[in-house]
């Protein structure tokens, strides 16, 4: 049976220079980038391009004007290299084309794969039937990490109907539609090591430095570079609590495999198994740098396995955490979302959230609501089965850490002279700090109802809060129109040496608002405040976000 309480979402950075569903010409582009470009029926395609996207992608399947029934197979490989293929619908066929429908685009047959692809076969696209229609295939991103949290998408499409005469009392004799649009909303705790998505799709520029600092600064070298070995010890420990991995792959002639095996921070037994090199996506050998998914305490020995990797060689070293400095920029990662809703699976490709609102309370919860649009809103898999109980979305491994609590939290006032984060700052009790960016689905004449595009403004941030009133230092400031350092730090748990979990903001605050309440009723005087980040050179915006986490290694986002 259908079960809202088994929902899932799950979230792929869009590469920056190719967001959304990758089909037909982009704007300003000089290629067409679909999959397979459309064309006429045949029996058989091999693909125009390639998917792309590290995890993948979805193959979406377009059928038009077809005059008989059919099928459309593709065949081709996952991400791991394996054999995989899906025929199109899965049982029965693809219907007639509709007898004038508005336009071919509405009255299409389409169809998102359950399968998500790295390679199409050469003449990987075959088809049955479908006589005297056309195809094409476009390419979505497929998830590849886990996003708790709660999702609402909307798809909305613009109506004209004339209103004419025509001998008619009717107010409605044809109406159409005009283009479409997908509203998103999505609220979320905020998780110091999986909610590092925050900050790349509401800034996105990472500086000082633009790669992340580790902690400690010289990662720990637990093996040096050593031939690989189909089993191999380290000859150093990761230091307690417990370490990622950084394993980096030299003089190898051959893809492969590098196992490890040992146990957590909590004593628990844990393994992986990193792929280094996949030829489906055309590597020739395992040469990089790679790191582990889990956070090891301890490595068995002769923990370390290889396959493949031939003439190569291994070293390995450990860090506590990376350290990233976010400041806003124009161009940030747009997401495909894949959500689940205990019966629908679907894919909502080029998400990009306009609106973040980080709310806080130290008797409560710290949180993040978000607004924005996406392209699509499009069901994976057979749309006529019922009813739909099975999760089609990517499975994703679930997220082990805490949110974070309000409470946690540490509040520094500072002069715009001095350094932030110096002056401890004892009297917030709540508040809200809200992130604007503001942008538009543009959508140009090519024959699509969705946007192909995104125009984005000025962002802006501001900052709500409740003090205990306990003096006039900051209604001074208020009424002198002083711009100050507020940073506000979110910590989590330890990660090793002396290094927190912890989300910082920085923000050059000017006041717009400062009210007093007092009455006869209340245990303490309270001070409404409100005001906005201006820029200042010396953080260089109107921001500044600091994001510390033990999970999300520097190939994150892709």
């Known amino acids: 049976m259908v079960s809202a309480a088994l929902g899932s979402i799950g979230y792929a950075f869009e590469p920056t220079a190719a967001p959304g569903e990758q089909v037909d010409t982009p704007p300003g ?53 394996n054999a995989i293929s899906e025929t199109v619908p899965p049982t029965g066929s693809i219907p007639i084309a509709p007898v004038q ?26 088809t049955t039937g479908l006589t005297g229609g056309n195809i094409k295939v476009g390419g979505i991103y497929g998830a590849k990490f886990q996003l708790p949290g709660t999702l609402k998408v909307v798809p909305k499409y613009g109506e004209y109907s004339p209103d004419e005469h025509r001998g008619l009392g009717d107010r409605h004799s ?4 005009t283009i479409k649009d997908c509203d998103v909303e999505l609220d979320t705790a905020i998780y110091p090591d999986s909610g590092l998505w925050i900050p790349y799709t509401m800034l996105n520029s990472v500086t000082n430095p633009s790669t992340p600092t580790t902690s400690p600064g010289s990662p720990v070298t637990c093996l040096a570079a050593t031939a690989v070995a189909a089993s191999m010890s380290l000859t150093t420990q990761p230091t307690a609590p417990g370490m990622k991995f950084i394993l980096v792959v030299a003089g190898s002639t051959a893809v492969g495999t590098i196992g490890i095996a040992g146990k957590d921070v909590f004593g628990n037994n844990i393994s992986e198994t990193i792929t280094a090199g996949i030829t489906a996506l055309g590597a020739v050998n395992g040469n990089g740098t790679y790191y582990s998914s889990n956070i090891y305490s301890l490595v068995n020995a002769s923990g370390v396995t290889t396959t493949g990797l031939t003439t190569g060689t291994l070293a390995i070293t450990g860090v506590f955490a990376w350290n990233r400095n976010f400041l806003p920029a124009i161009s940030t990662f747009t997401q495909t979302l894949e959500w689940f809703t205990g019966s629908e699976s679907v894919t909502v490709p080029f998400t990009d959230f306009s609106e973040y609102e980080f709310d806080f309370d130290v008797q409560k919860e710290f949180v993040l609501k978000c607004k924005g649009i996406a392209q699509d809103r ?45 002056t401890s700052f004892g ?48 209604l001074e400031q208020f009424r002198q129109d002083n711009k100050q350092y507020v940073q506000l730090n979110f910590y989590g748990r330890s990660v090793g040496s002396n290094s927190l979990q912890q989300v910082t903001f920085i ?51 892709s």
């Open 427 to 474: 009297s917030m009790l709540n508040g809200k700090i809200k992130v604007s960016v503001p942008h538009e689905g543009i959508h140009t004449l090519a024959n699509k109802q969705v946007f192909t595009s995104l125009g984005i403004g000025k962002w802006e941030i501001t900052l709500d809060a409740k003090l205990v009133y306990t003096d006039v230092l900051q």
């Open 101 to 126: 429908p508005q336009s071919q685009e509405t009255g299409r047959f389409d169809y998102v794969t359950t399968n998500v692809y790295a390679q199409i076969n050469a003449s990987g696209i075959t």
């Open 174 to 177: 044809r109406k159409v539609q």
């Open 378 to 422: 499009l069901p994976i898999g057979n749309r006529s089965t019922t009813p739909l109980t099975v999760s089609q979305v990517v499975a994703l491994s679930q997220q082990v850490d805490r949110p974070d609590a309000s409470w946690a939290c540490q509040v520094f006032i500072d002069p715009i002279s001095g350094t932030p984060g110096t």
């Open 29 to 81: 582009g000089a290629s067409d980038v679909s999959i397979l470009s459309y064309s006429a029926v045949a029996a058989s395609f091999s693909a125009t391009n390639q998917p792309t996207g590290s995890g993948g992608m979805r193959c979406h399947v377009y059928v038009y004007n077809n005059t008989a029934t059919g099928t459309v197979t593709i065949a081709g490989k996952d991400i791991a290299g």
């Open 507 to 557: 923000i050059p605050f000017k006041f717009n608002k400062f009210e007093v309440t007092s009455t006869p009723s209340m245990k303490f005087p309270e001070a409404d405040i409100a005001g906005i980040g201006e820029y200042d050179p010396g953080i260089g915006a109107s921001y500044k976000m600091i994001w510390n986490n033990s999970v999300q290694a520097p190939n994150y986002t």
